[in-house]
């Protein structure tokens, strides 16, 4: 099972731009990259997937290298909102009901400050 | 169209008595998962129920079973609970083979 690394925190400041690094070296070829918030006592939310080159929604940018061993979640003119925990995670569906165990780790505790 | 629902919310127990939790999957999703998250750290997950089966199981005693009805409503049971069982449970639910995982708000349990 592909494992992640992420830093364990990091501040920002409002207005600015976040870009949040996961490694995950020993990725398989049918893994797809996906991202989510967690705010605290409250269900994580999904952010982002991709599997390659760079996905875009109206929430965050997703950056994936040629080489797939790491990815980078880009968070535009982050507000006070934004202060949640980021988990990076590494997996794929192989058919309906048996999903691949996705590792979560201790994800990237994001503050943002006035 | 309602979100992934948990019941309780909060819940308080003591060693060695059972619990049951409970998690309606939002509407068209026939996938539950369930996690238990401490503080502090990433949801570790326990098992996941397809077509009313146990598909996946985590590194979870035989303490921890599960259940889901035809209409993908999912239960979560946990006997003889310990102090360490105390952590926020999570119902994920998702459709076939979509990546995307919805959450409901979970429920915080407590053991006394």
């Known amino acids: 099972l592909a494992k992640t690394t992420q830093p364990i925190s990091m501040d920002s400041y409002e207005g600015q731009e976040v870009n949040i690094t996961c490694s995950h070296n020993n990725i398989a070829t049918n893994d797809y990259i996906t991202w989510y918030q967690q705010f605290p006592s409250q269900g994580p939310r999904f952010i982002i997937q991709g599997y390659k080159t760079k996905v875009t929604n109206e929430v965050a940018s997703l950056f994936i290298p040629a080489d797939r061993k790491s990815s980078t979640l880009s968070l535009p003119r982050v507000s006070l909102s934004d202060t949640a925990v980021y988990y990076c995670?590494?997996?794929?569906?192989?058919?309906?009901?048996?999903?691949?165990?996705?590792?979560w780790g201790l994800g990237t505790s994001l503050a943002v400050n006035p | 169209d309602a979100g992934v629902t948990q019941s309780p919310t909060h819940l308080i127990k003591t060693r060695g008595q059972q619990v049951t939790l409970r998690c309606s999957p939002k509407s068209g999703h026939d996938t539950v998962s369930w996690y238990q998250q401490a503080l502090g750290q990433g949801p570790q997950f326990i098992f996941q129920y397809y077509e009313e089966e146990e598909r996946q199981r985590g590194n979870f005693p035989d303490r921890f079973s599960g259940h889901q009805f035809p209409n993908y409503i999912s239960e979560l049971n946990v006997t003889a609970l310990l102090l360490g069982d105390s952590a926020l449970y999570l119902c994920?639910?998702?459709?076939?083979?979509?990546?995307?995982?919805?959450f409901g708000s979970g429920t915080q349990l407590s053991v006394l």
């Open positions: 995670l590494v997996g794929v569906v192989l058919n309906a009901g048996n999903n691949r165990k996705l590792i």
């Open positions: 994920a639910s998702t459709q076939g083979t979509n990546e995307k995982l919805f």
